[in-house]
């Protein structure tokens, strides 16, 4: 109730600040008899991992996942899985200013207004370290999914304004593949050099750049979801909106939906009750068609900027400057592929379990 | 778990079914000596009903709120407050064709896909008749909020493609009185002239049109929605990605934040703990912060349209063709209104009582 | 949140209060497809009513399941079951005394002490009444327990200080009918009498009797229940203890357990995966074992006697005598067996359809 | 949902098998601002300690409570707190024999019935070990309900059938401290002279002991519990029904009650609202009286003995013998005392965070 868990009979708490001793999730609900390995898990945080190019933030984040429970030679055993990552890199100190001057953009404010108390080095709970938990989660999620064919990855589409395009004849691996290939994980090259020019420009003005992530998942059978609150596309709205700097989910043809005429709209049935376009998004009524899912969702541009910015002293309450100092990613998006895929990961195991108990 | 339930303390279950016999909704945890009358429940069951005005539908619904339980002399008393609306207006014939054909645009393929068995008498639990539950229960939570100074109203701010714009000087209460003053609920009431006639030429050409609108929450406090997983914009975006037609939800700058530079997003703040803007939407880190609460949803056009469509025969696994009979909206959004502002509502009231929870 | 939910999968909520409109229940969770008609919720309706004989109370109840939603061509739908039933014969005058003074062994006061509101006309949510929902949706769940060969059924087994024996070559079908047969719902026919005799002297005292009542299940495959918190026998611990005037539960051997040798009360397995004797009750580590599930509760006397008792006037905070009017039983445990039959019917169901979850 | 977690504010999720790498405890919905140190929380673990006299096992578990979140300062931050306890004496060789023979009295075999898998080296998560989460997650229950006057003991009221009774004139402290004398936790020490005698018999003898232990609770305001399902005394009957080897749960007269007549067995109102006696054991309709709270369980005796078993060979299905060797509590009622402890803590710390929620 007090908001750290996720999922319903796939279920995973988060644990752990930025600047506390570690950072952990407990997976609970994971059917017994699952071959997962630390590798698996091991490899999504790698991903996440700040630090792997002159894009991202210089912060070194070495995060090796330690599986204290829930595995058998092996196998899981229907037990809870907790994950442990240590925290090694903080520099609490970096922090300090920030004790009494509230981060524009940032939650500092609402979560003082809320709990009376903060630790001040970094963003707690609501730093972006708190992901590590969702991605190891999530990595165990996708290992449940592999084995029913569905295959989720998500990509950058458009970051300062530069607009990726992806390529017809690409399934997911390929478009995987491409994002891959460079630091802002759009599939477009061209769009990618572009990209990285744009952040390197906003990095140098001490300012940061917004953009929009796409996650697709393929393989998703029909009858996924529950037709009135828990449908698959409020579930997966709720676990993107859920990520730090996201301001917008949209589904299928999504904001495009509201100027659409019905008969442009409605994706036709064809035999073999397969759909010939997919503006629904792989989804009706909340339920999963068979079609792709589509998911997108716009980012804002990360707040922490080396500029000037107003502020108000707490100690004072009278009006003050911030500078924030430290190593700051200029932009979200490429990172929050990995922890976006994690989350629509995580629905879809939850709801594929659920599914379990429609029929007699 | 089979999700018709929503919200965490302030709870509330819906049930029934379009051609079932009655739709209804149980309010669960809703606090004690709380004053609360059948009228306001009622006031805001005949918004959300059908048939007033040309734009709408003209299938006849009269519902009225019976209130079951829950009440002792004009007081909540902290039980269950059970709501019952009777359904009357069940013309099942007209469903007939629908048996194997399903219709595109709607959940009866996923359904039955779900299921194995299916209601082809309307939508069944995927009905907007569903909603009546909703906006039942979200009329117990506005009386929840306005005992905490909290109003939410909503409006719609875009129709086929033409946008009505707010005027500056409207607080909420001129905004939601010029919305309700015209069928379409658009508060500029020379756009809303315009989105009648669009509206009116999609009915006469058998077609149908999607559109935007806004949910406002004003008097918010600082403090409500959790850090992590149950955030104040996830509840807000599973809210109301969950209505029917719904394909994005926005909070604040939404869409547009992913243009945005770091130094244009970040609101900043001021003495007296405000801030300048509100690209925010009124939520930092998932915790409100004060200002106004502002989501936007896009809404796809009515997929019951009455041109020919294309779709696929169940008994025969054949393509069959398929023409909608019957009255329907041709446009979701005005009608959405009183549905969206009792999800928020119902979130918000969840959420105002979770947070009574955040410190010894 | 509230209390008012019951289940986790197969969920039912319950509302009403005794001297309200109606009372009634919503099933959630039920699978689709299961054959379900209204005469079977009524038939366990009818077996819980009141004024059957003159060991129960002469109030006179006559309630008609009304199943509301839920159902399609006498099938489930997988949505949620609606089922109410008027309230017809409240007097609520005879509870007018009651409004200032608490009554002895009742939640009048507790009650007040939590919400600061009661409606004092008889128990409200405590009333005996509230437990027509349960029964209701224990139907539910037996029809499809009784699908997977599961049958469950109760008895008064003490009643008094008399005690009934059990014939070892009954199965649970003649248990059934056995205790069926005479008003207090004790197999062992000759105690039975002894037992009425019991009751009628106390009603004649102005006075009430206590008993002990079991409940068994029979043909539970092995492999329900979760192993840490939500075990079987904890989930029917919470099932029966929260079921009014319960104040002791026992599994299998129960509170003689604590007085065993380790190689008297350890049941040793048999090839066939059999055990010799039960003295588990059907559960092992909170799992199900294959064997019955025997369950026992004890029920305190009915705190409703016409004898004066000793009490507080709320309205003075003075030492104030109270006589309790009106119809009540003399003794509980009779009546209490449908009930508890319920309470362990949901409890299976849900765990039955937990266990679709335990393995890839 | 997989029975990990316990509690709905303040929710605890155990993870950790008896011969993993480490066990833990996830303590969510802990309000913020309250003091908390590792050493109130290794208090307890110490008192669940084995190993401390010839009474317990031998087998030394020197368990060392790591808090890796959830604090800043000495206070709790309203986030999660994780404590973890890492495993350092599994023997795992001792259990090989185990593998194919399912031990008579435990969860061996319906916990393989129900995963298909399982670790058997020990009890997985249905060992004794899995209480360190519990108990560490109960005293931090215990700091919280300490801080609004509310105290929590327990004792070992009768063993290998020899009962200890109470003295009058001991209020909650001169209880715990007279129990805390003696390894078999009886306050009455004459009594418990001759219970450890009693044990050092059986443990000769290859045998071993059940009995009853009583957990009491003072200074828990009226109120507390909710009226239907989530009842004060139905949450506790669930608490302690699921720890390991309890086969009854008992409320103030428990068993008793059944004997009693109605007016011996209502507990008087005087001015003042006190109660003039405890049958209810401080709970009426699921709701906190005001008086102390009185819950006692029935502990079997361990299921661990020497002596041969008669159990069956998975591998041939055929009959069999099991010796289990290795050190074992011949009684586990001293033990059980600050897991039960803490199981009530952790209800009565939630429901007291719920009542917060009961009126506007």
């Known amino acids: 109730m007090a908001g750290n868990s996720f999922g319903t009979v796939f279920r995973v708490t988060t644990w752990g600040e930025s600047h506390g001793r570690a950072v952990g999730a407990v997976v609970d609900g994971c059917p017994a008899g699952l071959d997962l390995s630390e590798e698996e898990v091991q490899r999504e945080l790698d991903r996440r991992r700040p630090g792997y190019s002159t894009v991202s933030t210089a912060r ?7 599986i204290l429970s829930g595995l058998f030679e092996g196998k899981t055993t229907g037990t809870p899985i907790s994950i442990l990552v240590w925290n090694r890199d903080a520099q609490s100190g970096a922090y300090d200013l920030l004790r009494n001057r509230p981060r524009p953009g940032h939650a500092d404010w609402p979560y003082l207004a809320r709990y009376g108390i903060r630790d001040h080095r970094g963003g707690g709970r609501s730093s972006a370290r708190e992901t590590v938990g969702r991605v190891a989660a999530g990595a165990v999620a996708k290992t449940l999914l592999a084995g029913e064919g569905i295959e989720v ?6 970051l300062g304004g530069i607009r990726g395009e992806l390529q017809e004849s690409w399934d997911i691996s390929s478009l995987r593949e491409e994002a891959e290939k460079n630091p802002v994980r759009c599939p477009d090259q061209l769009a990618a050099k572009e990209m990285i020019q744009a952040v390197e420009a906003a990095r140098g003005a001490g300012d940061s750049l917004g953009g929009v992530a796409e996650i697709i998942a393929v393989g998703v059978p029909p009858g996924l979801g529950e037709p009135v609150f828990d449908k698959l596309d409020a579930d997966l709205a709720s676990a993107l909106m859920g990520i730090g700097a996201v301001k917008a989910v949209e589904i299928g043809a999504g904001v495009e939906a509201a100027r659409m005429w019905g008969s442009e709209s409605n994706d036709p049935l ?14 009706l009524g909340g339920i999963s068609t068979g079609s792709p899912i589509i998911c997108r969702i716009s980012v804002k541009p990360t707040p922490s900027i080396s500029m000037p910015q107003r502020t108000v002293d707490l100690s004072t309450g009278e009006a003050a400057e911030i500078e924030i100092r430290g190593r700051h990613d200029p932009t979200i998006p490429p990172r929050i592929v990995p922890v976006a895929e994690a989350m629509v990961a995580l629905v879809l195991a939850d709801h594929l379990l659920r599914r379990r108990m429609a029929r007699v």
Do not use: C, H, Q, S
Not at 60 to 66: L, N
Not at 153 to 158: D, F, K
Not at 270 to 283: D, H, Q, V, Y
């Open 153 to 158: 990855a998500g990509y950058v589409r458009e």
């Open 270 to 283: 064809l035999p073999g009750l397969k759909f010939e376009t997919n503006n629904a998004g792989g989804i």
């Open 60 to 66: 070194r984040e070495e995060d090796r996942a330690d």
